[in-house]
């Protein structure tokens, strides 16, 4: 692995505060599991050692030493730690950036064209820090990050970003997230909408070939696949499959067959992606595309799945395919909302995401799993297709470690799992008085009580506070650091809000055609035209 500049001795991150192979005790803890109720214990011990559950009993201080690290948890629940299963860090300095507008409009933004996109590395390594340390102080041990690089990938960038991951001790999968076709073959209609200046911008061929980035992806495996004991692992991404060639997308299938990486597509997030498969498609979705290439997976993380129909359900259920929800993101870019009970009927793994931090303004799972258990009620007057919390807790930690391909390793407080979980004081707010412990996780916020946060058995956050990462030095770092890009975001916001017009009037010549369903709710037509 290629040393980083901005490791271990940089002044925002600390030395290991305990080795990975001490021997811990966490004591007297209440337990909750998802998956397997009778591993949940009132009072229980948890040894932990090499970043591994040993034994979870009632008393287990026989197995003290004088190196053992003690945790005292009276009065405390663990429990498994939060599964991000989709998130973007390229995106982590722009919270509040933008007004909520459809996807296609809001790229242009959120991915803006051009070289001045670049960032240099050590803007990439505190970037990612800073969403990582706001997902640690939230109990999220494990993270998926389609990371995007702008204009395209480079090992001083990707070695940025994983020595973050590494240096925060979070536990992260990274795809490489490129688009390899011009950007107007992305969309219908913006051909014919276009000027001829911009038409031209928008033919030209991404700066790197698929060949390249397949090199890139070698590169990455090679480097950091299953570094820091597992903890580091890569995943392949195409972003979306309008956006590469097929030719391509086979060959990152094969990369994630070979490596059993998960494999990252953005499939009917919008109703326009759903429109362009009838206009370009030949009236097939894009999962319906995805699947006549033969490339539907069980090792597929299927991102958003809203604008799906009947067809595009019993696809994904049996390639096993698993699909990621993320509501707020949804919401944000107003895209509508998945048909979660269809889906879950026809036994489609679901996990969680928050996707990107300006398509969220945060990274709280909690948050998330609140509004994914509430805002399935608006889909049916039945209360019987409603999600309840224990399903919301499955898709987090069942549906997470699946999306991860670490089912048998993420998401359970059990021996032989990797010792991931947070600590909440039930001696709170949000837990008083204790009527139902799922719903009150769901529910109540409890984000304010998470003291203590655990990966492959190191303590990350204690009382609340980092222990990898000095914050306000990484907070004054990220304030720097981006008001030095300021000049050149101004510039390339400026050219987004040039070419927003055009991408407007083909969002809108969208809104015209068929698609045979609706995902959004209230009084609006369903069909033909605009609302
Ligand atoms: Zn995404």
Redo the contacts with the bound molecule.
């Keep these: 692995m290629r040393e980083n500049p901005f490791g271990q001795a940089d002044a925002f991150t600390h030395a290991d505060q305990n080795a990975h192979d001490q021997q811990t005790l966490i004591r007297r803890a209440r337990i909750f599991n998802m998956g397997n109720p009778s591993s949940n214990h009132d009072c229980a011990d948890i040894l932990i050692k090499d970043g591994i559950i040993q034994a979870i009993d009632s008393d287990l201080s026989y197995c003290i030493d004088d190196a053992t690290q003690i945790i005292e948890a009276e009065g405390n629940l663990i429990i498994p730690g939060l599964i991000n299963a ?1 998130f ?1 860090s390229p995106t982590n300095f722009l919270k509040g950036t933008l007004n909520s507008m459809p996807l296609e409009l809001f790229m242009l933004y959120e991915v803006p064209d051009g070289k001045d996109a670049a960032v240099d590395a050590r803007t990439a390594y505190i970037r990612t820090l800073l969403g990582a340390a706001e997902m640690l102080k939230l109990g999220v041990t494990s993270v998926q990050d ?1 990371a995007f690089f702008l204009p395209y990938p480079t090992a001083d960038e990707y070695d940025a970003v994983m020595s973050a991951y590494r240096d925060s001790g979070i536990r992260a999968t990274v795809a490489l997230d490129q688009p390899e076709i011009p950007e107007l073959d992305k969309f219908p209609f913006l051909a014919d909408l276009v000027p001829p200046v911009l038409k031209t911008q928008l033919s030209a061929a991404p700066e790197m070939t698929a060949e390249a980035l397949i090199a890139c992806y070698h590169d990455f495996i090679q480097r950091w696949h299953r570094q820091e004991n597992g903890r580091l692992r890569v995943a392949v991404s195409c972003s979306a499959p309008q956006r590469v060639t097929p030719a391509y997308l086979a060959e990152l299938d094969k990369l994630s067959k070979l490596y059993n990486l998960p494999f990252y597509i ?1 499939m009917l997030e919008t109703r326009l992606q759903r429109v362009f498969g009838e206009v370009c498609l030949d009236k097939r979705s894009l999962i319906h595309y995805v699947d006549d290439l033969g490339l539907l997976s069980e090792r597929m993380n299927v ?1 958003h799945a809203v604008w799906i129909d009947d067809d595009d359900i019993a696809r994904l259920a049996r390639s096993g395919a698993k699909v990621i929800h ?1 509501p707020i ?1 949804n919401l944000r870019l107003g895209s509508g909302v998945m048909p979660i009970h269809r889906l879950a009927e026809a036994g489609v793994t679901i996990a969680l995401g928050s ?2 931090i300006i398509a969220d303004d945060a990274v709280n799972m909690w948050s998330v799993m609140k509004t994914a258990a509430l805002i399935h009620t608006l889909s049916s007057p039945n209360p019987d297709h409603w999600p309840d919390a224990t399903s919301i807790l499955n898709c987090m930690f069942t549906g997470g470690a699946e999306a991860m391909l670490q089912k048998e390793e993420l998401g359970r407080l059990e021996v032989g799992y990797a010792a991931d979980l947070v600590m909440l004081d039930l001696d709170t707010l949000p837990f008083t008085p204790l009527n139902h412990l799922p719903r009150q996780l769901v529910y109540a916020d409890v984000s304010r009580s998470v003291v203590m946060t655990m990966v492959a058995g190191k303590v990350v956050v204690k009382n609340g506070q980092l222990l990898t990462i000095n914050e306000a030095a990484l907070r004054q770092a990220a304030r720097e650091c981006y008001a030095l890009l300021a000049p050149k975001r101004d510039a390339l916001m400026q050219q987004a809000a040039e070419r927003l017009p055009f991408y407007r009037a083909m969002y809108d010549k969208s809104l015209t055609v068929e698609v045979g369903m609706n995902r959004w709710v209230g009084d609006i037509p369903a069909k033909n035209g605009k609302p």
Aim: glycine share 0%; aromatic share 0%.
């Design positions: 989709h973007h389609d953005h991102i993320n993101s996707d990107e």
